[in-house]
């Protein structure tokens, strides 16, 4: 079920790329290294640039999150606290803003840690349906010609086709 979307990308990525495929194919002459070059093409021009922007977010994210960072936020916390008292009138006792403050900085450390473990998660799970999408991708280009004969015996949509389909609905 997880797969489904990486088998759908690979058969898309396969059906979009066959023309470049069969370019190299005229020139080299082989399928496994035409489909190579597809995929090396694929990967530099797709998967490339969305990994490169996940480990931007990535590190975007913990660099945000550090202690420091959240250590920085006492201070803006404690004049809100000074702010509420002073200007507002409204006491809160000291022992309570500073659990409170203990307890924020905590909830947003527990909630950095469970983000960058499920980011580290989704990142090896991309690379896994990357790779899964490829390797389709691979062995679909290689029988290229069989693959586009049965998709077409299976799914006939050429213009009188779809005149009849359209007909009979």
């Not at 996940?54 to 960072?69: C, N, Y």
């Not at 000074?82 to 006792?93: A, E, P, T, V, Y």
């Not at 999408?133 to 691979?138: K, T």
Request: proline share 3%; net charge positive; aromatic share 14%.
């Amino acid at each position: 079920d997880d797969f489904l979307p990486s088998i759908a990308a690979g058969c898309v990525l396969a059906y979009i790329f066959n023309p470049v495929y069969l370019y190299f194919l005229k020139i080299t002459k082989r399928s496994s290294i035409s489909s190579l070059i597809v995929i090396i093409i694929t990967v530099t021009l797709i998967l490339v640039p969305i990994t490169l922007i996940i480990l931007s977010i990535q590190e975007q994210i913990q660099t945000f999150f550090t202690k420091q960072t959240i250590a920085q936020l006492q201070e803006p916390v404690q004049n809100l606290y000074h702010f509420i008292r002073d200007k507002l009138g409204i006491q809160i006792s000291d022992r309570y803003s500073t659990d409170l403050i203990i307890k924020a900085i905590t909830s947003v450390q527990d909630f950095v840690t469970i983000v960058a473990t499920k980011m580290i998660f989704s990142f090896t799970k991309f690379l896994l349906y990357a790779f899964l999408s490829l390797f389709l991708m691979y062995y679909l280009m290689i029988n290229s010609h069989r693959v586009l004969e049965t998709f077409g015996q299976y799914f006939p949509l050429s213009y009188r086709n779809i005149n009849v389909l359209f007909s009979e609905s």
